[in-house]
Protein backbone atom coordinates (compact mmCIF):
# COMPACT_ATOMS: atom_id res chain seq x y z
CA UNK A 1 0.00 0.00 0.00
CA UNK A 2 2.75 2.40 0.55
CA UNK A 3 5.01 3.07 -2.63
CA UNK A 4 8.17 1.51 -1.11
CA UNK A 5 9.87 -1.10 -3.71
CA UNK A 6 8.62 -4.16 -2.97
CA UNK A 7 11.94 -6.50 -2.28
CA UNK A 8 9.74 -9.55 -4.02
CA UNK A 9 8.69 -7.98 -7.03
CA UNK A 10 11.14 -9.64 -9.14
CA UNK A 11 9.89 -13.06 -8.06
CA UNK A 12 6.07 -11.90 -8.56
CA UNK A 13 6.36 -10.61 -11.68
CA UNK A 14 8.05 -14.00 -12.74
CA UNK A 15 5.62 -16.42 -11.00
CA UNK A 16 3.09 -14.02 -12.76
CA UNK A 17 3.91 -14.10 -15.45
CA UNK A 18 4.16 -18.14 -15.38
CA UNK A 19 0.54 -18.40 -14.21
CA UNK A 20 -0.94 -16.23 -16.94
CA UNK A 21 0.02 -19.17 -19.05
CA UNK A 22 -2.18 -21.24 -16.94
CA UNK A 23 -5.75 -18.94 -16.57
CA UNK A 24 -9.02 -19.36 -14.47
CA UNK A 25 -10.91 -21.98 -17.17
CA UNK A 26 -7.43 -24.36 -16.63
CA UNK A 27 -8.13 -24.52 -12.94
CA UNK A 28 -11.61 -24.46 -13.45
CA UNK A 29 -11.52 -27.43 -15.55
CA UNK A 30 -8.99 -29.54 -12.94
CA UNK A 31 -11.87 -28.40 -10.66
CA UNK A 32 -14.89 -29.81 -12.18
CA UNK A 33 -12.28 -33.12 -13.34
CA UNK A 34 -11.37 -33.48 -9.27
CA UNK A 35 -7.99 -33.58 -11.33
CA UNK A 36 -4.31 -32.87 -10.06
CA UNK A 37 -2.72 -29.77 -12.05
CA UNK A 38 -0.01 -31.72 -13.77
CA UNK A 39 0.86 -29.44 -16.31
CA UNK A 40 1.13 -26.42 -14.03
CA UNK A 41 3.08 -28.01 -11.29
CA UNK A 42 5.46 -29.71 -14.09
CA UNK A 43 6.07 -25.62 -15.28
CA UNK A 44 6.71 -24.42 -11.72
CA UNK A 45 9.16 -27.56 -11.12
CA UNK A 46 10.82 -26.92 -14.90
CA UNK A 47 11.24 -23.07 -13.86
CA UNK A 48 12.81 -23.96 -10.21
CA UNK A 49 10.19 -22.49 -7.92
CA UNK A 50 9.48 -25.40 -6.15
CA UNK A 51 13.23 -25.96 -5.51
CA UNK A 52 13.02 -22.02 -3.91
CA UNK A 53 14.89 -23.37 -0.42
CA UNK A 54 17.24 -25.46 -1.88
CA UNK A 55 20.58 -24.21 -0.79
CA UNK A 56 22.86 -23.10 -3.62
CA UNK A 57 25.73 -25.97 -3.30
CA UNK A 58 22.92 -28.77 -4.07
CA UNK A 59 21.45 -27.12 -7.11
CA UNK A 60 19.41 -24.42 -5.34
CA UNK A 61 18.94 -20.82 -5.03
CA UNK A 62 18.98 -20.76 -1.27
CA UNK A 63 15.90 -18.41 -0.59
CA UNK A 64 14.45 -18.59 2.60
CA UNK A 65 10.19 -19.05 3.87
CA UNK A 66 9.59 -15.34 3.23
CA UNK A 67 10.71 -16.10 -0.86
CA UNK A 68 8.80 -19.29 -0.29
CA UNK A 69 5.72 -17.95 0.78
CA UNK A 70 5.65 -15.17 -2.10
CA UNK A 71 5.60 -18.16 -4.28
CA UNK A 72 2.43 -19.39 -2.83
CA UNK A 73 0.77 -16.14 -2.50
CA UNK A 74 1.10 -15.22 -5.98
CA UNK A 75 -0.12 -18.74 -7.23
CA UNK A 76 -3.16 -18.33 -4.94
CA UNK A 77 -3.20 -14.34 -6.09
CA UNK A 78 -3.61 -15.51 -9.87
CA UNK A 79 -6.49 -17.96 -8.98
CA UNK A 80 -4.72 -21.05 -8.86
CA UNK A 81 -4.21 -23.25 -5.74
CA UNK A 82 -0.97 -23.32 -4.06
CA UNK A 83 -2.52 -26.71 -1.95
CA UNK A 84 -0.97 -28.84 -5.08
CA UNK A 85 2.44 -28.08 -4.09
CA UNK A 86 2.87 -26.21 -0.95
CA UNK A 87 4.29 -29.44 1.03
CA UNK A 88 7.15 -29.36 -0.97
CA UNK A 89 8.00 -25.96 0.67
CA UNK A 90 7.55 -27.10 4.02
CA UNK A 91 8.55 -30.62 4.43
CA UNK A 92 11.84 -29.17 2.59
CA UNK A 93 12.18 -26.20 5.91
CA UNK A 94 12.20 -30.27 7.92
CA UNK A 95 14.63 -31.85 5.95
CA UNK A 96 17.44 -28.70 5.89
CA UNK A 97 16.87 -28.12 9.91
CA UNK A 98 16.59 -31.67 10.69
CA UNK A 99 17.79 -33.90 8.28
CA UNK A 100 22.01 -35.57 7.62
CA UNK A 101 24.52 -34.35 5.15
CA UNK A 102 24.16 -37.78 3.65
CA UNK A 103 20.31 -37.48 3.41
CA UNK A 104 20.77 -34.11 2.31
CA UNK A 105 23.16 -35.12 -0.57
CA UNK A 106 21.18 -38.20 -1.30
CA UNK A 107 17.76 -36.14 -2.22
CA UNK A 108 18.16 -32.31 -2.23
CA UNK A 109 20.23 -32.47 -5.66
CA UNK A 110 17.68 -34.57 -7.42
CA UNK A 111 14.66 -32.11 -6.02
CA UNK A 112 16.52 -28.96 -7.23
CA UNK A 113 16.44 -30.90 -10.61
CA UNK A 114 12.89 -31.33 -10.47
CA UNK A 115 13.51 -35.06 -10.89
CA UNK A 116 11.92 -36.17 -7.39
CA UNK A 117 9.10 -34.53 -5.22
CA UNK A 118 8.71 -33.86 -1.18
CA UNK A 119 5.17 -33.37 -1.41
CA UNK A 120 3.89 -35.45 1.52
CA UNK A 121 3.79 -35.13 5.29
CA UNK A 122 1.82 -38.08 7.19
CA UNK A 123 1.08 -36.85 10.81
CA UNK A 124 -2.86 -36.82 11.68
CA UNK A 125 -4.37 -40.23 12.66
CA UNK A 126 -8.09 -40.87 12.44
CA UNK A 127 -8.43 -41.95 16.42
CA UNK A 128 -6.36 -38.86 17.46
CA UNK A 129 -7.03 -36.20 15.31
CA UNK A 130 -5.57 -32.83 16.59
CA UNK A 131 -4.32 -34.52 19.62
CA UNK A 132 -0.44 -35.66 17.82
CA UNK A 133 1.20 -37.26 20.64
CA UNK A 134 -1.53 -40.06 20.99
CA UNK A 135 -0.57 -40.77 17.44
CA UNK A 136 -0.99 -44.76 17.46
CA UNK A 137 1.12 -45.27 14.53
CA UNK A 138 4.45 -47.02 15.37
CA UNK A 139 8.17 -47.73 14.28
CA UNK A 140 9.85 -50.33 15.67
CA UNK A 141 13.90 -51.21 14.74
CA UNK A 142 14.36 -54.40 13.67
CA UNK A 143 17.67 -55.69 11.98
CA UNK A 144 19.09 -52.31 10.54
CA UNK A 145 15.23 -51.30 9.09
CA UNK A 146 12.14 -49.51 10.87
CA UNK A 147 8.88 -51.65 10.67
CA UNK A 148 6.51 -49.35 10.62
CA UNK A 149 2.31 -50.57 11.20
CA UNK A 150 -0.90 -48.31 12.01
CA UNK A 151 -3.05 -46.09 9.98
CA UNK A 152 -3.31 -42.11 9.09
CA UNK A 153 -5.73 -39.83 7.40
CA UNK A 154 -6.17 -36.79 4.94
CA UNK A 155 -2.56 -36.99 3.93
CA UNK A 156 -2.17 -34.90 0.72
CA UNK A 157 -0.51 -35.31 -1.93
CA UNK A 158 0.63 -39.01 -1.76
CA UNK A 159 0.08 -39.92 -5.42
CA UNK A 160 1.74 -36.84 -6.24
CA UNK A 161 5.11 -37.14 -4.46
CA UNK A 162 7.66 -39.51 -4.36
CA UNK A 163 8.87 -39.14 -0.69
CA UNK A 164 6.66 -38.20 2.14
CA UNK A 165 7.93 -37.08 5.79
CA UNK A 166 5.95 -39.98 8.20
CA UNK A 167 5.96 -39.01 12.38
CA UNK A 168 5.50 -42.49 13.83
CA UNK A 169 6.06 -43.36 17.50
CA UNK A 170 9.34 -45.52 18.74
CA UNK A 171 8.60 -45.00 22.09
CA UNK A 172 5.55 -46.33 23.54
CA UNK A 173 3.21 -43.06 25.35
CA UNK A 174 3.11 -44.90 28.34
CA UNK A 175 7.59 -45.01 28.65
CA UNK A 176 7.99 -41.41 28.28
CA UNK A 177 8.15 -38.66 30.46
CA UNK A 178 7.17 -35.93 28.51
CA UNK A 179 4.62 -36.67 25.78
CA UNK A 180 5.98 -35.10 22.99
CA UNK A 181 9.07 -37.51 23.39
CA UNK A 182 9.37 -40.99 21.89
CA UNK A 183 8.10 -39.80 18.39
CA UNK A 184 10.45 -40.53 14.97
CA UNK A 185 10.25 -38.56 11.89
CA UNK A 186 11.05 -40.53 8.62
CA UNK A 187 11.59 -40.25 4.75
CA UNK A 188 9.26 -42.61 3.00
CA UNK A 189 10.12 -43.35 -0.83
CA UNK A 190 6.55 -43.58 -1.79
CA UNK A 191 7.50 -45.00 -5.12
CA UNK A 192 8.88 -47.98 -2.99
CA UNK A 193 6.03 -48.40 0.04
CA UNK A 194 3.36 -48.11 -1.84
CA UNK A 195 2.15 -51.74 -2.44
CA UNK A 196 5.11 -52.94 -0.07
CA UNK A 197 3.35 -52.28 3.37
CA UNK A 198 1.89 -49.21 2.43
CA UNK A 199 -1.95 -48.86 0.96
CA UNK A 200 -3.52 -45.60 -0.53
CA UNK A 201 -7.07 -45.22 -0.36
CA UNK A 202 -8.02 -41.40 -1.80
CA UNK A 203 -10.55 -39.14 0.06
CA UNK A 204 -13.46 -37.66 -2.31
CA UNK A 205 -13.47 -33.80 -0.58
CA UNK A 206 -15.06 -30.77 -0.97
CA UNK A 207 -12.17 -29.20 -2.34
CA UNK A 208 -10.32 -30.75 -5.39
CA UNK A 209 -7.16 -31.74 -2.62
CA UNK A 210 -5.56 -34.52 -3.74
CA UNK A 211 -5.69 -36.26 0.06
CA UNK A 212 -6.08 -40.14 1.40
CA UNK A 213 -5.88 -42.49 4.12
CA UNK A 214 -3.39 -44.38 4.68
CA UNK A 215 -2.63 -48.15 6.04
CA UNK A 216 0.57 -49.22 7.15
CA UNK A 217 1.38 -52.95 7.71
CA UNK A 218 4.48 -53.76 7.97
CA UNK A 219 6.40 -51.45 5.98
CA UNK A 220 10.06 -51.95 6.16
CA UNK A 221 12.26 -48.21 5.49
CA UNK A 222 15.66 -48.48 5.85
CA UNK A 223 17.46 -47.02 9.13
CA UNK A 224 19.23 -44.40 7.28
CA UNK A 225 15.74 -42.56 6.52
CA UNK A 226 15.44 -41.83 10.42
CA UNK A 227 15.64 -38.17 10.43
CA UNK A 228 18.22 -36.62 13.03
CA UNK A 229 17.61 -38.70 16.66
CA UNK A 230 15.16 -41.29 17.46
CA UNK A 231 12.43 -40.08 19.83
CA UNK A 232 13.15 -35.87 19.39
CA UNK A 233 10.76 -36.22 15.79
CA UNK A 234 8.16 -34.21 17.15
CA UNK A 235 10.65 -31.36 17.93
CA UNK A 236 12.12 -31.66 14.32
CA UNK A 237 8.50 -31.46 12.52
CA UNK A 238 7.48 -28.05 14.48
CA UNK A 239 9.83 -26.42 11.90
CA UNK A 240 8.07 -27.94 9.09
CA UNK A 241 4.39 -27.16 10.93
CA UNK A 242 5.66 -23.44 11.47
CA UNK A 243 6.57 -23.84 7.91
CA UNK A 244 3.43 -24.91 6.93
CA UNK A 245 1.15 -22.44 8.83
CA UNK A 246 3.25 -19.39 7.42
CA UNK A 247 3.15 -20.49 3.72
CA UNK A 248 -0.59 -21.10 4.75
CA UNK A 249 -1.21 -17.48 5.82
CA UNK A 250 0.46 -16.08 2.73
CA UNK A 251 -1.39 -18.22 0.15
CA UNK A 252 -4.55 -16.64 2.33
CA UNK A 253 -2.88 -13.23 1.48
CA UNK A 254 -3.37 -14.34 -2.34
CA UNK A 255 -6.67 -15.63 -2.31
CA UNK A 256 -8.08 -12.67 0.09
CA UNK A 257 -6.53 -10.19 -2.84
CA UNK A 258 -8.02 -12.00 -5.54
CA UNK A 259 -11.52 -12.10 -3.57
CA UNK A 260 -10.60 -8.18 -3.21
CA UNK A 261 -9.69 -7.85 -7.02
CA UNK A 262 -12.63 -9.57 -8.01
CA UNK A 263 -15.54 -7.68 -5.92
CA UNK A 264 -13.83 -4.18 -6.40
CA UNK A 265 -14.18 -4.95 -10.23
CA UNK A 266 -17.67 -6.31 -10.51
CA UNK A 267 -18.81 -3.77 -7.92
CA UNK A 268 -17.91 -0.78 -10.47
CA UNK A 269 -19.26 -2.56 -13.57
CA UNK A 270 -22.59 -4.32 -12.18
CA UNK A 271 -24.97 -1.40 -12.42
CA UNK A 272 -28.66 -2.18 -10.87
CA UNK A 273 -31.51 0.91 -9.93
CA UNK A 274 -29.08 2.85 -12.72
CA UNK A 275 -26.45 3.06 -10.73
CA UNK A 276 -23.17 0.62 -10.23
CA UNK A 277 -23.51 -1.37 -6.96
CA UNK A 278 -20.45 0.09 -5.89
CA UNK A 279 -21.61 3.43 -5.50
CA UNK A 280 -23.72 1.93 -2.19
CA UNK A 281 -22.42 1.56 0.90
CA UNK A 282 -23.73 -1.33 1.99
CA UNK A 283 -21.93 -2.87 -0.47
CA UNK A 284 -18.34 -1.04 -0.68
CA UNK A 285 -18.52 -0.97 2.85
CA UNK A 286 -17.44 -4.75 3.45
CA UNK A 287 -15.14 -5.10 0.70
CA UNK A 288 -13.07 -2.47 2.40
CA UNK A 289 -13.49 -4.06 5.31
CA UNK A 290 -11.95 -7.05 4.14
CA UNK A 291 -8.96 -4.88 2.50
CA UNK A 292 -8.04 -3.70 5.54
CA UNK A 293 -8.06 -7.23 7.68
CA UNK A 294 -6.07 -8.79 4.17
CA UNK A 295 -3.68 -6.33 4.89
CA UNK A 296 -3.07 -6.16 8.35
CA UNK A 297 -3.00 -10.22 8.60
CA UNK A 298 -0.16 -9.67 5.70
CA UNK A 299 1.80 -7.74 8.15
CA UNK A 300 1.91 -10.68 10.67
CA UNK A 301 2.36 -12.96 7.55
CA UNK A 302 6.07 -11.36 6.96
CA UNK A 303 6.78 -11.19 10.24
CA UNK A 304 6.62 -15.00 10.84
CA UNK A 305 8.22 -15.30 7.78
CA UNK A 306 11.18 -13.07 8.96
CA UNK A 307 11.37 -14.83 12.54
CA UNK A 308 11.42 -18.22 10.59
CA UNK A 309 14.34 -17.44 8.49
CA UNK A 310 16.17 -16.15 11.01
CA UNK A 311 15.88 -19.11 13.35
CA UNK A 312 14.22 -17.52 16.16
CA UNK A 313 11.17 -18.83 17.61
CA UNK A 314 8.40 -18.38 15.62
CA UNK A 315 5.45 -20.67 17.00
CA UNK A 316 3.30 -17.30 17.99
CA UNK A 317 3.59 -15.18 14.95
CA UNK A 318 2.95 -18.54 12.59
CA UNK A 319 -0.31 -19.18 14.11
CA UNK A 320 -1.18 -15.72 14.89
CA UNK A 321 -0.17 -15.18 10.89
CA UNK A 322 -2.27 -18.39 10.06
CA UNK A 323 -5.35 -17.38 12.00
CA UNK A 324 -5.67 -13.73 10.87
CA UNK A 325 -5.14 -14.32 6.95
CA UNK A 326 -7.30 -17.79 7.23
CA UNK A 327 -9.89 -15.23 8.73
CA UNK A 328 -9.53 -12.50 6.75
CA UNK A 329 -9.28 -14.55 3.36
CA UNK A 330 -12.69 -16.32 4.61
CA UNK A 331 -14.41 -12.81 5.30
CA UNK A 332 -13.30 -11.45 1.44
CA UNK A 333 -14.72 -14.74 -0.01
CA UNK A 334 -17.86 -14.18 1.36
CA UNK A 335 -18.23 -10.31 0.68
CA UNK A 336 -17.01 -11.26 -2.77
CA UNK A 337 -20.02 -13.88 -2.92
CA UNK A 338 -22.44 -11.51 -2.09
CA UNK A 339 -21.05 -8.56 -4.05
CA UNK A 340 -21.44 -10.93 -7.44
CA UNK A 341 -25.61 -11.85 -5.75
CA UNK A 342 -26.51 -15.45 -7.89
CA UNK A 343 -23.47 -14.83 -10.50
CA UNK A 344 -21.09 -15.54 -7.64
CA UNK A 345 -22.73 -18.78 -7.94
CA UNK A 346 -22.08 -19.59 -11.13
CA UNK A 347 -18.82 -21.90 -11.51
CA UNK A 348 -17.97 -19.90 -14.44
CA UNK A 349 -16.83 -17.12 -12.52
CA UNK A 350 -14.43 -19.42 -10.23
CA UNK A 351 -15.42 -17.54 -7.02
CA UNK A 352 -17.45 -20.82 -5.85
CA UNK A 353 -14.34 -22.40 -6.22
CA UNK A 354 -11.58 -20.14 -4.43
CA UNK A 355 -14.61 -19.77 -1.60
CA UNK A 356 -14.06 -23.65 -1.20
CA UNK A 357 -10.71 -23.82 -1.14
CA UNK A 358 -10.19 -21.25 1.16
CA UNK A 359 -12.81 -22.57 3.64
CA UNK A 360 -10.07 -24.96 4.04
CA UNK A 361 -8.03 -22.98 6.14
CA UNK A 362 -10.08 -22.74 9.15
CA UNK A 363 -9.67 -26.17 9.82
CA UNK A 364 -6.48 -27.82 8.44
CA UNK A 365 -3.23 -27.42 8.96
CA UNK A 366 -4.28 -26.63 12.18
CA UNK A 367 -8.22 -25.06 13.33
CA UNK A 368 -8.62 -21.90 14.79
CA UNK A 369 -9.81 -23.22 17.65
CA UNK A 370 -6.40 -25.06 18.73
CA UNK A 371 -4.76 -21.46 17.36
CA UNK A 372 -6.39 -19.61 20.29
CA UNK A 373 -5.77 -22.63 22.70
CA UNK A 374 -1.46 -22.13 22.03
CA UNK A 375 -2.38 -18.51 22.35
CA UNK A 376 -3.78 -18.48 25.59
CA UNK A 377 -1.88 -21.20 26.79
CA UNK A 378 1.74 -20.36 25.26
CA UNK A 379 1.36 -16.26 24.79
CA UNK A 380 -1.03 -15.48 27.83
CA UNK A 381 -0.14 -18.00 30.00
CA UNK A 382 -3.16 -19.27 30.56
CA UNK A 383 -3.71 -22.87 31.95
CA UNK A 384 -4.00 -25.34 28.98
CA UNK A 385 -7.44 -26.08 28.19
CA UNK A 386 -7.28 -29.75 27.38
C1 LIG B 1 -8.13 -31.37 2.72
C2 LIG B 1 -7.28 -31.71 3.90
C3 LIG B 1 -5.93 -31.94 3.72
C4 LIG B 1 -5.12 -32.32 4.81
N1 LIG B 1 -3.81 -32.64 4.60
C5 LIG B 1 -3.06 -33.16 5.62
C6 LIG B 1 -1.74 -33.64 5.38
O1 LIG B 1 -1.23 -33.58 4.27
N2 LIG B 1 -1.08 -34.20 6.43
C7 LIG B 1 -1.61 -34.32 7.67
O2 LIG B 1 -0.95 -34.85 8.56
N3 LIG B 1 -2.88 -33.86 7.93
C8 LIG B 1 -3.60 -33.29 6.93
N4 LIG B 1 -4.89 -32.84 7.17
C9 LIG B 1 -5.46 -32.99 8.50
C10 LIG B 1 -5.66 -31.67 9.24
O3 LIG B 1 -4.42 -31.20 9.68
C11 LIG B 1 -6.66 -31.94 10.37
O4 LIG B 1 -7.92 -32.19 9.77
C12 LIG B 1 -6.75 -30.79 11.33
O5 LIG B 1 -5.54 -30.65 12.03
C13 LIG B 1 -7.88 -31.02 12.34
O6 LIG B 1 -7.77 -32.29 12.90
P1 LIG B 1 -9.04 -33.27 12.91
O7 LIG B 1 -9.65 -33.25 11.55
O8 LIG B 1 -8.63 -34.59 13.44
O9 LIG B 1 -10.04 -32.58 13.89
P2 LIG B 1 -10.25 -32.89 15.45
O10 LIG B 1 -8.96 -32.84 16.18
O11 LIG B 1 -11.08 -34.12 15.56
O12 LIG B 1 -11.13 -31.64 15.87
C14 LIG B 1 -12.50 -31.48 15.41
C15 LIG B 1 -13.01 -30.11 15.83
O13 LIG B 1 -12.99 -30.02 17.26
C16 LIG B 1 -12.22 -28.90 17.68
N5 LIG B 1 -11.44 -29.26 18.88
C17 LIG B 1 -10.78 -30.41 19.14
N6 LIG B 1 -10.20 -30.36 20.34
C18 LIG B 1 -10.49 -29.14 20.87
C19 LIG B 1 -10.14 -28.48 22.09
N7 LIG B 1 -9.39 -29.06 23.02
N8 LIG B 1 -10.61 -27.23 22.30
C20 LIG B 1 -11.38 -26.63 21.36
N9 LIG B 1 -11.74 -27.20 20.18
C21 LIG B 1 -11.28 -28.44 19.93
C22 LIG B 1 -11.27 -28.57 16.54
O14 LIG B 1 -10.94 -27.21 16.54
C23 LIG B 1 -12.11 -28.97 15.32
O15 LIG B 1 -12.89 -27.89 14.89
C24 LIG B 1 -5.69 -32.40 6.10
C25 LIG B 1 -7.05 -32.13 6.29
C26 LIG B 1 -7.84 -31.80 5.21
C27 LIG B 1 -9.33 -31.55 5.42
Not at 78 to 88: D, E, I, L, P, T
Not at 108 to 136: F, H, N, W, Y
Not at 252 to 280: M, S
Request: proline share 5%.
Amino acid sequence: MNNEPDPHQEIRDAVRQLCSQYPDEYFRQVDEKKAYPEKFVDALMEAGWLAAMIPEEYGGPGLGLTAASVIMEEINRCGGNSGAVHGQMYNMSTLLRSGSQAQKEKYLPAIAAGKLRIQSMGVTEPTTGTDTTKIKTTAVKKDGRYVINGQKVWISRVQHSDLMILLARTTPLGEVTKKSDGMSIFIVDLRQAIGHGLTVRPIPNLVNHETNELFFDNLEIPEENLIGEEGRGFKYILDGLNAERTLIAAECIGDGYWFIERATKYAKERVVFDRPIGKNQGVQFPIAEAFIEIEAANLMRFEACRLFDAYLPCGGPANMAKYLAAKASWEAANVCLQTHGGFGFSNEYDIERKFRETRLYQVAPISTNLILAYVAEHLLGLPRSF
